[in-house]
């Protein structure tokens, strides 16, 4: 199997190329070696290196700033993926898209099934939903895979963060009134694996961890664990706050739960926790 892999340096990048199955020839591209917002560098590298899929975890992810920069925001996460998926069909390849849990609006109360109306609140959402558009217009071979708080042992995100703060602050307030699914990169570059090995038929999937928690609940449960481990020497208080005490310039769904039913009945994965996750992420880190 041939891949040629965008976003290269992020966490689910990162983590695609790790487990790469024996056989696999993975062209794996940072921005530095292709900027995909740039269609001739697009159809060149498609064509150099002639792949059987293209998987695209490269995005412009910063929440908040692009609410002030939705230009920059919509060419990485919606042009250049209709770059990308030109490119693919004109070499017979198919393309798999990243995606996000914020193409919904968080109204709901029971996890979001693929087919769900989609009713993004943020530029985030908005141009990411964009790219999902671009990904399957004209009945394209494509696959779109949502998922939601991703995080790695590497990489920014909430998790290192929190640790951060935790080594660092006497206390910590995290928002309680935000409720999802976090999921390890590895976990989801797992399931982006198997999802190419089976050549899983075009469309909308979702897959996140099992579980859901509130960022409160995930921040609680870092602590715990880290301590378990000996990355942090001492707990200190983490409060619950609601969202109306910690404004950003972008809105957040309050309710982002992914249902991954339909993945996991494709491919057969378990669903396993994403405290045992977490768990797994944070051995990673002290192994490192």
């Not at 070499?91 to 995606?99: G, I, K, V």
């Not at 703060?165 to 206390?171: C, F, G, R, T």
Request: proline share 5%; with cysteine; charged share 15%.
């Amino acid at each position: 199997m041939k891949v040629l892999l965008t976003g290269a340096g992020g966490q689910v990048g990162r983590a695609f190329r790790v487990l790469a199955p024996a056989g696999a020839s993975v062209a794996a591209l940072s921005h530095a070696d292709l900027d995909i917002t740039d269609a001739e560098q697009v159809r060149r590298a498609v064509a150099a290196h002639a792949p059987q899929w293209i998987v695209n975890a490269a995005a412009y992810t910063a929440v908040d700033a692009a609410e002030n920069a939705h230009e920059a925001a919509h060419a990485l996460n919606a042009t250049a993926v209709g770059y990308l998926a030109h490119a693919a069909r004109s070499t017979h390849a198919r393309l798999l898209q990243l995606s996000t849990d914020f193409v919904f609006d968080g109204r709901a109360s029971a996890p979001y099934e693929p087919d769900a109306l989609t009713a993004p609140i943020g530029a985030y959402g908005a141009t990411k939903l964009a790219g999902e558009q671009q990904a399957l217009a004209d009945g394209a071979p494509s696959i779109v895979m949502r998922t939601s708080w991703v995080y790695a042992a590497y990489g920014q995100n909430f998790v290192r963060t929190m640790l951060r703060l935790m080594a660092a602050k006497p206390e910590i307030r995290v928002v309680c009134d935000q409720v999802g699914s976090p999921t390890w990169a590895t976990s989801l570059a797992q399931i982006l694996w198997q999802m190419l090995e089976i050549d899983a038929p075009a469309g909308i999937y979702h897959w996140c961890d099992a579980g859901i928690a509130s960022w409160y609940d995930f921040a609680v449960a870092i602590q715990e664990e880290a301590l378990r481990r000996g990355i942090l020497a001492h707990a200190i208080p983490v409060l619950p706050i609601p969202s109306a005490q910690y404004p950003t310039a972008a809105q957040r769904p309050a309710y982002s739960v992914l249902d991954a039913e339909r993945t996991r009945a494709l491919t057969g994965a378990p669903a396993e926790h994403w405290r045992t996750q977490l768990r797994k992420m944070l051995d990673e880190l002290v192994a490192a």
